[in-house]
């Protein structure tokens, strides 16, 4: 695993994985459901928050390599989310889900970031094991 720059988390003596750990944020319980089965299958560790305020805590706890966030959540959103990310933990890839028009201009704030926006019928394919594996592969 990677260290995550910027990080305030307490050092753990936990045994370091391999496995990928994906943060998905989403407050539909099906579709966190669904995508934490589908990654799980795909030898991802999963990790779920329903609110962007819960993931910013799960960051500071714990390694995470991708976040997958839905752009309308309670509390922040998956824009502020991702910038928040941006500026704490530089190294995490996001990918923020959005319904097709309701977030263009968001676009640009959030490709500033380290972040990647997936937006109407492009949304199944950008959560898809395929494109999570290239966003999680090593930069040469």
């Known amino acids: 695993m990677k260290p995550h720059t ?13 496995t990928p750990h994906i943060l998905v944020v989403d407050d539909d319980t099906v579709i966190c459901e669904q995508l934490q089965r589908l990654y799980a299958l795909n030898n991802f560790q999963v990790t779920v928050a329903h609110r962007g305020e819960e993931a910013l805590e799960i960051l500071e706890n714990r390694d995470v390599d991708l976040v997958i966030t839905d752009v309308r959540l309670p509390g922040i959103s998956g824009v ?3 910038q928040r990310i941006a500026e704490t933990w530089s190294d995490v890839p996001v990918i923020v889900a959005a319904p097709s028009k309701a ?7 959030i490709s ?4 990647f926006l997936c937006q109407g019928s492009v949304r199944r394919e950008c959560v898809s094991v395929v494109a999570i594996k290239n966003v999680l592969k090593p930069k040469s």
């Open 80 to 82: 502020e989310l991702s």
């Open 6 to 18: 910027n990080s305030t988390r307490p050092a753990t003596s936990a045994p370091l994985t391999l």
């Open 103 to 109: 977030t263009i201009v968001a676009q640009a704030t």
């Open 112 to 115: 500033e970031n380290n972040a």
